[in-house]
C-alpha cells in the first residue's frame, strides 16, 4: 500500500496522485488540479478550519475521542496534580523539563520581571472607570511592545526568550491592574516574595495589610486552573497568536490578538456566559424550561460542547474536583446545585447524546471563579494568564518553523465583476 490519494478529476478524466504525509495532503498539491493550464487550482473550503492542519507542533497532543491533553507528552491529570504552573510554563516553552537548577533560574526570572514600566501604569489610569478588564489587557500587553522596541528582533534567541519571561512575569500584573481600575481601587505592586500565583492574588486582593497571604488551598487551586488553561494546541486565540505572529510582528502584538480572540463568548468568553446563563435560570425548577429552549435552537447551553472533545473534556473532569476544594475554604457556591442538576439532564438527553454535547472546561471555572469574588469580567483574564505560556511557546515554534509561511488563506469569490463605475454626480443626478 503506498502512502498516496489518487484523485480522479470528472471534468477532465485525469488521474493524479497526490503523497499522504502523516495522515494529510498538502493542499498545495491540490492546486496542480486544473481543467486548464490558465485556470486556477482546485483549492478546498473549509471556513473554521475543521478539518485543515495548519502546522506541525510538537507543543500539545490532543485525542477528542479519548479525551486525551497532553503538554510535551505529558498527560494533563498529572501536570495538575503533581507541577506547578511555572513548571509547566517551563516545559511548554523549553520542551522539556527542567533540572533543579533550570528550575530555580526560570523561577526567579519571571519572578524580577513582574514589574512593569510607571508609565503602563498612566495609561492604564487612562481607561474609562467601568472599562472591561479583557480589554485592558489586550490593549495593554500590546503596548508593552512599544516599552520593549527590541522585541522586534525576532530571529535572535536571546531576545526571543527575554520577551517570553517579560510577557509571562508581566501578565498577573496587568490583569490584576486592569481589576483593581475597574474597582476604582490603587493599583498593587507586585510582591517578589511570594509564588507567581500568590502574587498574582496579592495584586488583587491586598489592601492596608503590610503583607497579603492568601490561603494556600486558594494559591494551589488557582495555579491548577492556569495549568489547565496553559495550552490547548490550534484552537481561535492560538491560531489569532500565529496568524499575527506569521507577519513576523514582535511577540507582544500577536499575543495581543491572542488576547483578542479568547475575548470573544464562543471561546474564553464562555465561563462568563455560563454564569450569566446559571443566575439567569435561578433555580432548578426552570431548567426544563430551558433545555427546552436549547433544544428549540433559542439559546445555547453554554459551557457544553467542543471543536476537538467529543466524549468529555478531561480538564472538566479535574475542574469539577478543584470546586470542592475551593468551596472547602469560600462556603458552597449556591448556583453549584443549579449547574450539576443542569448537566446531569442534559448528559440524559437525546438532543445532547446525539451531538456529543459534554460539559467542556468552563461549565465549572466560572463557578470556582466566581468563590473567589471575581466579577465575570475578570474570568477571561485569568484564562488569558494561564494560556500565555501557550501562545508563547506556539509562537516560538512558528518562528523557528521553515514550513510557515504568513498566513493568507484563500477565498471563492461570490461578488459582482467587471460593473462600470458611474461618478456620485451623475448617480445622484
Ligand atoms: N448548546 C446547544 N447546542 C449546541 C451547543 C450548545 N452549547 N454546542 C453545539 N450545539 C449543537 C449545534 O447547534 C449543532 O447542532 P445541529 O447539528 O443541529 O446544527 C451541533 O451541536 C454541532 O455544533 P457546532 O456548532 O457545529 O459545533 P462547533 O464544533 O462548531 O462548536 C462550540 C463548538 C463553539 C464550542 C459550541 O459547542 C458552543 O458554542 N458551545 C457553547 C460555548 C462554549 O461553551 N464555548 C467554550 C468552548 S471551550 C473553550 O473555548 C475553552
Keep these: 500500500m503506498t502512502d498516496s490519494l489518487t484523485v480522479r478529476d470528472n471534468r477532465t478524466g485525469q488521474e493524479y496522485d497526490v503523497p499522504i504525509l502523516d495522515g494529510t495532503i498538502k493542499a498545495a498539491d491540490l492546486g496542480k488540479i486544473k481543467t486548464a493550464e490558465d485556470t486556477p487550482g482546485l483549492a478546498v473550503y473549509d471556513p473554521g478550519f475543521v478539518n485543515t492542519a495548519s502546522c506541525r507542533s510538537s507543543v500539545t497532543y490532543i485525542d477528542g475521542e479519548k479525551g486525551i491533553l497532553e503538554y510535551r507528552g505529558y498527560p494533563i491529570e498529572q501536570l495538575a496534580e503533581k507541577s506547578s504552573f ?18 530555580d533560574a526560570w523561577v526567579h526570572e519571571i519572578t524580577y520581571h513582574t514589574f512593569v514600566h510607571e508609565n503602563v ?52 500584573t496587568l490583569g490584576a491592574w486592569s481589576f483593581r481600575h475597574a474597582q476604582g481601587k490603587p493599583y498593587v505592586y507586585p510582591d517578589n516574595d511570594l509564588s507567581y500565583t500568590a502574587n498574582f492574588l496579592s495584586m488583587l486582593f491586598k489592601m492596608s495589610e503590610s503583607k497579603y497571604e492568601a490561603d494556600p488551598r486558594l494559591v494551589k487551586a488557582l495555579d491548577v486552573l492556569f495549568i489547565l488553561h496553559a495550552d490547548h494546541e490550534q484552537n481561535c486565540s492560538t491560531n489569532a497568536v500565529r496568524s499575527v505572529g506569521s507577519s513576523q510582528v514582535d511577540p507582544y502584538s500577536a499575543v495581543a490578538a491572542g488576547v483578542g480572540a479568547l475575548y470573544g463568548p464562543l471561546h474564553g468568553g464562555a465561563n462568563e456566559a455560563v454564569l450569566r446563563m446559571l443566575k439567569r435560570i435561578g433555580s432548578k425548577e426552570n431548567i426544563p424550561a430551558f433545555i427546552q429552549g436549547v433544544k428549540d435552537g433559542n439559546e445555547r447551553l453554554m459551557g457544553f460542547g467542543h471543536r476537538v472533545y467529543k466524549n468529555f473534556d478531561p480538564r ?50 466560572g463557578l470556582i471563579y466566581e468563590a473567589f469574588q471575581f466579577p465575570p469580567e475578570m474570568f477571561t483574564v485569568l ?47
Aim: aromatic share 12%; net charge neutral.
Design 121 to 172: 501604569k498612566t495609561f492604564m489610569q487612562g481607561f474609562r472607570y467601568d472599562a472591561h478588564p479583557m480589554g485592558m489587557l489586550m490593549a495593554s500587553v500590546g503596548a508593552l511592545s512599544t516599552f520593549y522596541p527590541d522585541a522586534r528582533n525576532i530571529s535572535d534567541a536571546d531576545n526571543r526568550h527575554m520577551q517570553i519571561v517579560r510577557m509571562i512575569a508581566k501578565m498577573p
Design 316 to 365: 472538566a473532569t479535574i475542574i469539577k474536583k478543584a470546586c470542592d476544594d475551593v468551596f472547602e475554604v469560600t462556603g458552597v457556591n449556591p448556583l453549584l446545585e443549579i449547574a450539576k442538576e443542569l448537566e446531569k439532564i442534559a448528559l440524559e438527553d437525546e438532543y445532547f447524546i446525539k451531538r456529543k454535547l459534554y460539559p467542556n472546561v468552563d461549565f465549572y471555572s
Design 86 to 103: 511555572l513548571e509547566v510554563a517551563y516545559l511548554l516553552i523549553h520542551g522539556a523539563l527542567p533540572t533543579k537548577a533550570e528550575y
Design 383 to 429: 484564562f488569558a494568564i494561564g494560556r500565555t505560556p501557550g501562545w508563547l511557546a506556539q509562537w516560538l515554534e512558528l518562528v523557528q518553523d521553515k514550513e510557515q509561511k504568513i498566513a493568507r488563506p484563500k477565498q471563492i469569490y461570490t461578488g459582482d465583476r467587471t460593473l462600470d463605475f458611474v461618478p456620485a454626480s451623475e448617480r445622484w443626478a
